[in-house]
């Protein structure tokens, strides 16, 4: 396996591939559950869960004999208000299973790009995951404050904001997941 180095992933521009294959995720990691809340007030902002097995059997059989999608789950676009450019800080919820392997050192970085411009970077360390488990945080992101005029270009550009988020166990880059953002639901 070659592994990607963690000063790789500090680019200024969004990567333009990813930067690992699904296969290096050795550790079986699945996400299976994701919420963003506003916690100044506690609202929702966005929730989304995988299929309970039963109904991932079903979904593999009706697509049986068709090609694999390699970047399958490793992509999500949103779409949001204009309002969250000016929240100030948001908790993210992320469960996930680990497979028979202990998960040392778990690590989270994930860049925030407008265009080819950084807007934040995140960091956050889920530290050691024991095997065949379940596993649940929240991860507070403190957002920076934007610029009237930044902000305007964000929602009239939709899906020009971007981010990578890359997941390392001791170090070494096992999983690449990207998104793109727009800002202009509920026009």
């Given amino acids: 396996i070659s592994y990607v180095l963690m000063s790789c992933c500090l680019r200024k521009t969004p990567a333009t591939d990813y930067l690992c294959k699904p296969e290096d995720n050795i550790f ?24 309970s097995t039963s109904d991932q059997e079903e979904e593999e059989e009706d697509t049986a004999g068709g090609e694999l999608d390699t970047s399958a789950g490793r992509f999500v676009r949103y779409q949001f208000t204009p309002a969250f450019l000016r929240l100030r800080t948001v908790g993210a919820t992320v469960e996930f299973t680990v497979g028979n392997k202990p998960v040392t050192s778990f690590r989270m ?6 265009r080819d411009h950084v807007l934040k970077s995140f960091d956050f360390d889920f530290g050691f995951c024991i095997p065949n488990s379940r596993n649940t945080c929240e991860h507070i ?32 880059l096992i999983m690449h997941n990207k998104a793109d953002y727009a800002y202009n639901g509920g026009q």
Avoid: C, W
């Fill in 109 to 114: 970085i994930e860049r925030h790009y407008f």
């Fill in 28 to 51: 079986n990691i699945d996400f299976t559950r994701f919420k963003i809340r506003d916690l100044e007030t506690g609202t929702v902002l966005f929730e989304i869960a995988k299929p």
């Fill in 141 to 172: 992101y403190e957002f920076p404050q934007l610029s009237e005029d930044l902000i305007r270009q964000m929602v009239d550009n939709p899906y020009e904001t971007r981010s990578d988020s890359f997941y390392f166990v001791d170090n070494k």
